[in-house]
């Protein structure tokens, strides 16, 4: 490959989004900042964000407590949207640690995996352009009941994910779509609320289980 062309697409993977359909999040994410603000212990901490998962995360404080965690999630959003705003949901807070969990409504929109993909290699390679040193995590994709037409594209993106992060230092992959599934393979709906999309207590537990020990772990090595 001509070695412009090559270095036109590096490029590409981590220049920002162009503005378009992401601002309509404009008003959530400043209310995030308002809520950050107040936060003396922020800076330097643990940054969650992502789609309903994480915003819906209720608990999120006590069950990692100790850690100086913030929940910068905004329900509905895409892995794009968490990239355009990257600035002001994560980086302007210099944290140790970043947990995303994003992709799901992707899917479900119609976006092609490998995009979604792209979109997560964008999303890593911003944070550690702004310092390499951060530690990541990301979170599998979850069988979600009322999507399962696409759970097969959810199974694929994580395999893929969990493939690409494995080249990367100071990102790990948080497996949580195996345990939230029976050993045959079944929907536990004790993790689903009515709407079968979003989780009950039981869900978060699962996920506090598996995240708890490696955000710690995170935070001491970084």
């Known amino acids: 490959m001509n070695p412009w062309i ?7 993977l981590i220049a920002p989004p162009k503005p378009g359909k992401h601002e309509q999040w404009d008003a959530e994410i400043a209310k995030l900042e308002t809520k950050a603000a107040k936060r003396q212990d922020l800076v330097g901490g643990v940054v969650f964000t992502g789609s309903s998962s994480i915003k819906n995360w209720k608990t999120l404080t006590k069950d990692f407590n100790g ?5 910068m999630g905004f329900g509905g959003s ?3 949207d968490a990239v355009y705003y990257i600035d002001r949901l994560v980086l302007q807070y210099k944290p140790r640690v970043v947990v995303v969990y994003s992709g799901e409504n992707d899917i479900n929109a119609g976006v092609p995996v490998r995009r979604v993909l792209e979109d997560l290699k964008q999303f890593i390679a911003l944070v550690h352009k702004d310092d390499p040193a951060t530690r990541i995590i990301v979170v599998s994709l979850k069988p979600s009941p009322v999507r399962e037409k696409h759970l097969g594209k ?5 395999s893929l994910a969990s493939d690409y ?5 100071n990102v790990e992959f948080a497996d949580i779509f195996t345990p939230m599934l029976t050993s045959d393979g079944k929907f536990r709906d004790e993790f689903y609320v009515s709407d079968r999309l979003h989780m009950t ?22």
């Open 165 to 169: 992060i494995k080249g990367i230092r």
């Open 154 to 158: 959810v199974r694929e993106y994580n």
């Open 67 to 71: 850690i100086p965690v913030i929940n």
């Open 78 to 80: 895409e892995l794009a």
């Open 201 to 222: 207590p039981a869900g978060y537990a699962i996920w506090t289980d598996i995240l708890v020990p490696m955000v710690r772990t995170a935070v001491l090595q970084r």
């Open 6 to 12: 090559a270095a036109a697409l590096a490029i590409s």
